[in-house]
C-alpha cells in the first residue's frame, strides 16, 4: 500500500519489483548459501547478505526490464512479463537445482 499510495506505483510495477526481489533471494540463497559472510559476526553478515539480494534484485529488474521493453506487448505489459520471468524462470530454475541435490 506505501509503494501505491505513497510512490504512485501502479500494481504491475510493484509486482515486478516484488517478483526479481523474491527471485534475488531464491538466486542468492542457492548460489552463495550463506556466503559471502560467513566468518562475520552474525549482524553485519546478514547485512552483506541483504546488500546482495539487493544488487540482485536490482540487477534483475534492470536486464529483465531492458528485454521486455524491446517487444510491442499486445494483451500483457512489459512489468507482467518482468513478474513472471522472474517468479516462474527464475525461482523455478533455482528450485528445480535443489530438488536435484
Known sequence: MALRELAGWSPAAISAVCGCV???VLIVAMLFEGRPAPH?????????????????????DRALTAYADGPHWTRATAEDWVTTAALSFTGGSCLRRSCSL
Do not use: D, K, N, T
Open 22 to 24: 523474491i527471485g534475488a
Open 40 to 60: 562475520l559476526p552474525p549482524m553485519p553478515s546478514r547485512i552483506a547478505i541483504l546488500a546482495l539480494i539487493a544488487l540482485v534484485a536490482l540487477a534483475l
